[in-house]
């Protein structure tokens, strides 16, 4: 099931093609586009086949402009943090075989104009579909970089119209411990809850994924929709989300439930603030041996930098 609301004439080059030929492909489109310095081409602009599907926002952002190798989609898919299916990476990708996201309801709620129970189908309609390369950087310092397919977030809150009072969203993940073994322990508060200030949340980047490598999300990566937040670190960026919860002051978010010395609300990529008990200063790229150095705001400054100015980002990590 690939949830669709752009125009049955519209396609995905991924969509009618293998995806280790759709990767190999990817691979030769950037290698040319940086040799024919076309880098500042959206990359959706240069993959489809069918151009009409390519919507309007220009992805390529300062961190796109980098070293963007694909992390395989077998890495993408088998080494993953969802720890409602477990604690091991591999985990979620052993028990999520067999979750069920038919039918999928969400929740909207709180200072909002349309709050309601919405079929998934029915929230998602009228939502411009894009593919976005964006890199993930995990707090437990590795990363991968990843063809998502979603659409903007910001375009979902002007469809729910929070009200003048709103300042905070809040993400909720499916509680049901039947479906998510994880969820019978107390390695977390369940359920999963995560959080954005509206102006972030408002922001161009920041993404809701119902797939990637073009194909629908697996459990594992938090089918049926999940949030990506690039410039945050990993866990900001929910997965399987059941509520939308509008607020006027900070929600709580599960990390820092869990252990808020360790991690904030903000949880912005920032190697100059260190985790308590290990240096933000590199990551590993998952496929790699060697560590890169990690980029202020996941390499995202330009596009996001200006929302924490005359913040004290050590106070406010
Ligand atoms: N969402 C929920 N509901 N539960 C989780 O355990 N883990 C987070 C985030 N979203 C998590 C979650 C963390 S720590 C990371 S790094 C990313 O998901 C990993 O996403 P991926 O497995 O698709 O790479």
New binding site residues.
């Given amino acids: 099931m690939l949830i669709k609301s752009r125009n049955t004439h519209d396609c995905l080059e991924s969509e009618v093609t293998d995806y280790s030929l759709y990767m190999q492909r990817r691979r030769f489109i950037e290698t040319s586009a940086k040799g024919f310095g076309l880098a500042m081409i959206a990359p959706s602009l240069l993959l489809s086949a069918c151009s009409e599907a390519s919507p309007g926002s220009d992805t390529t952002t300062s961190a796109g402009k980098q070293d963007q190798e694909l992390t395989p989609y077998e890495d993408?898919t088998t080494?993953?943090?969802?720890?409602?299916?477990g604690l091991g990476k591999s985990d979620?990708a052993k028990y999520a075989t067999k979750f069920n996201v038919k039918p999928w309801t969400v929740k909207v709620e709180g200072a909002v104009e349309n709050p309601g129970t919405y079929d998934l189908e029915d929230l998602l309609k009228g939502m411009q579909q894009e593919e976005r390369i964006y890199r993930?950087?995990?707090?437990?310092a590795?990363s991968?970089v990843?063809p998502w397919y979603g659409f903007a977030l910001a375009d979902l809150i002007k469809k729910l119209k929070p009200t003048s009072t709103a300042k905070y969203v809040q993400f909720e993940?499916?509680y049901d411990p039947k479906q998510m073994p994880?969820q019978r322990g107390r390695a977390?508060d369940w359920?999963?809850v995560?959080g954005l200030r509206l102006d972030e949340a408002m922001n161009p980047l920041a993404f809701m994924a119902t797939g990637?490598y073009g194909k629908d999300?697996l459990g594992?990566?938090?089918a049926p929709f999940?949030?990506v937040v690039p410039w945050k670190?990993?866990?900001?960026?929910?997965?399987?989300?059941v509520a939308i919860r509008f607020t006027e002051t900070e929600p709580p978010t599960?990390?820092n439930i869990t252990n808020s010395g360790e991690y904030g609300f903000y949880a912005n990529v920032n190697p100059k603030v260190n985790h308590p008990r290990w240096s933000q200063r590199k990551e590993r790229r998952i496929g790699e041996f060697r560590k890169r150095p990690t980029l202020l705001f996941n390499g995202y400054g330009d596009e996001v930098a200006s929302l924490y100015q005359g913040m004290d980002l050590k106070r406010y990590f």
């Fill in positions: 993408v080494y993953n943090n969802f720890y409602e299916f979620p993930l950087r995990c707090v437990e590795w991968m990843i993940t499916l994880g977390l359920p999963y995560e990637l999300l594992q990566n938090g999940r949030l670190y990993g866990f900001k960026s929910i997965k399987s989300i599960s990390w």
